[in-house]
């Protein structure tokens, strides 16, 4: 059998530095690029753990365990970015294409499809596949703690907590640009699977601009009638009767309309204004789940659970949406009330 037990692979840039210093920290075994490198592969390395997205591109020993890291597909991508340029010459790059076809115009974007694929291949199951902005740190450690029959004290969990982020970098230059990929569809699906967005990514199709709506004509001045001898007018009953309360009821049957101006009970009342505050409540704005910039649906069930508030395990992701906003807003209008700040 041989000595090295569990590998943790992925695409590179989806969290293996990060992952190698986190088990390093709560006391394991483990090593980053230590085992599989461009060029060779030591299953039999005398450690517990290798953490390294190359050796997705090896067969791996069946007696080895494997989980497989996975990232949004357009960080990955924005991380690699000028990495496949025909003119670079390194054994990393050169190690990908020597396994992979990759897009002239994509190739980032090949590489996570195609590595990914290699890497869940390997993983096998499901559960050994995780979302690194979903990293549960303390399942993480409880699970390689029973696997290699090893305590985690509280102080290596917490320096396993403080584990700074490796390869955090922005993404904005995909914006506008991914719409021509020619494997986008296939992107699409590998992304539902693990609920990863790619709306901010690809432009959604313009609206057409609705048609202006024509000015209103102005009113007319009402033309008051002349009396000849106003001293003797008698006032008008046409209009309604007024009671004995001084309210007026319209000759045509309509609501009591009391001096003040307010309807009386049973009356029918104007809509109250919207709440202040409404407008600055967004889904970004109430930071839910590990990227509170794009929530994930799992995120906003939990977030809507929490609250026991009623939604479908087959939402859409706008329609969750919609959900968290109405219970948002509701939120912030009861406690406006309560504290009589708000129409109740």
């Known amino acids: 059998m041989a000595k090295l037990q569990l590998i943790i692979t992925g695409c590179g840039h989806s969290g293996t530095t990060y992952l190698s210093?986190?088990?390093?920290?709560?006391?394991?075994?483990?090593?980053?690029?230590?085992?599989?490198?461009?060029?060779?592969?030591?299953?039999?390395?005398?450690?517990?753990?290798?953490?390294s997205w190359l050796a997705a591109g090896y067969d791996i020993p069946d007696d080895i365990e494997v989980m497989a890291v996975v990232r949004h597909p357009c960080d990955v991508a924005n991380s690699f970015r000028g990495f496949f340029d025909p003119n670079r010459s390194d054994p990393y790059s050169a190690f990908i294409r020597e396994r992979l076809m990759l897009n002239t115009e994509f190739p980032e974007l090949d590489y996570w499809l195609d590595w990914n694929a290699r890497a869940f291949e390997r993983a096998g199951d499901p559960?050994?596949?995780?979302?690194?902005?979903?990293?549960?740190?303390?399942?993480?450690?409880?699970?390689?703690?029973?696997?290699?029959?090893?305590?985690?004290?509280?102080?290596?969990?917490?320096?396993?907590?403080?584990?700074?982020?490796a390869n955090v970098r922005n993404h904005e230059y995909l914006y506008g640009t991914i719409e021509d990929y020619d494997r986008l569809e296939e992107l699409r699906a590998a992304c539902e699977v693990f609920?990863?967005?790619?709306?901010?990514?690809?432009?959604?199709?313009?609206?057409?601009?609705?048609?202006?709506?024509?000015?209103?004509?102005?009113?007319?001045?009402?033309?008051?009638?002349?009396?000849s001898d106003p001293g003797?007018?008698?006032?008008?009953?046409?209009?309604?009767?007024?009671?004995?309360?001084?309210?007026?009821?319209?000759?045509?049957?309509?609501?009591?309309v009391s001096q003040d101006g307010e309807a009386p009970a049973g009356g029918q009342a104007e809509a109250a204004p919207p709440v202040a505050g409404w407008d600055d409540i967004t889904i970004e704005s109430l930071e839910?789940?590990?990227?509170?910039?794009?929530?994930?649906?799992?995120?906003?069930?939990?977030?809507?659970?929490?609250?026991?508030?009623?939604?479908?395990?087959?939402?859409?992701?706008?329609?969750?949406?919609?959900?968290?906003?109405?219970?948002?807003?509701?939120?912030?209008?009861?406690?406006?009330?309560?504290?009589?700040?708000?129409?109740?």
């Open 21 to 51: 210093s986190l088990l390093q920290r709560a006391g394991f075994n483990a090593f980053h690029e230590s085992a599989a490198r461009p060029g060779f592969f030591r299953p039999e390395s005398d450690q517990q753990i290798e953490v």
């Open 127 to 165: 559960s050994n596949v995780f979302r690194i902005e979903d990293l549960d740190i303390n399942a993480l450690l409880d699970r390689l703690a029973e696997k290699f029959r090893q305590e985690v004290t509280e102080e290596q969990r917490r320096a396993a907590h403080e584990t700074p982020r």
């Open 195 to 227: 609920e990863y967005s790619l709306d901010e990514y690809v432009p959604a199709v313009p609206e057409s601009e609705p048609e202006p709506e024509p000015e209103p004509e102005p009113e007319s001045e009402p033309e008051i009638p002349q009396d």
């Open 232 to 256: 003797n007018s008698e006032p008008d009953t046409s209009g309604g009767e007024e009671s004995t309360d001084g309210a007026q009821t319209g000759a045509a049957g309509g609501d009591a």
């Open 288 to 344: 839910i789940g590990s990227k509170p910039h794009k929530p994930t649906r799992l995120d906003m069930m939990e977030w809507l659970r929490q609250r026991n508030a009623s939604y479908e395990t087959d939402d859409n992701r706008d329609t969750l949406v919609e959900r968290v906003l109405k219970v948002a807003k509701d939120e912030l209008h009861a406690a406006q009330v309560a504290n009589g700040e708000g129409g109740g």
